[in-house]
């Protein structure tokens, strides 16, 4: 059974950092590849970054160059640190995992999310 926890979540005002974790069990962590999703209120979800099992990485457009997306296989964990937060950066950020990086645009396993909240 797939579990993917997230964590590190909060509250935190503009131009500051935070960085999420996302704890995989249940998977053959080291072989799948990893994203960090997020929706905020009244939007659809979407993509924010991924990592292949290679350690390839791919960003939107939008926060391209404030924050890294990264794994540790041995930790079964993928961070999301998140730096020069903006406002509209708040939204539920959630982790997913898929066998690969095109099979994730349609399938694969969600965490449950974890708040983001940046003020102003």
């Known amino acids: 059974q797939v579990q993917l926890v997230e964590s590190g979540g909060g509250l935190v005002q503009a131009g500051g950092s935070l960085r999420l974790s996302c704890a995989a069990s249940g998977i053959s962590f080291s072989i799948n590849a990893m994203g960090w999703y997020r929706q905020a209120p009244g939007k659809p979800r979407e993509l924010v970054a991924t990592i292949t099992s290679s350690g390839r990485t791919n960003y939107a457009d939008s926060v391209k160059g404030r924050f890294t997306i990264s794994r540790d296989n041995a930790k079964k964990t993928v961070y999301l640190q998140m730096d020069s937060l903006k406002p509209e950066d708040t939204a539920v950020y959630y982790c997913?995992?898929?066998?690969?990086?095109?099979?994730?645009?349609?399938?694969?396993?969600w965490g449950q999310g974890t708040q983001v909240t940046v003020s102003s």
């Open positions: 997913k995992s898929a066998a690969n990086i095109v099979i994730m645009e349609k399938l694969g396993s």
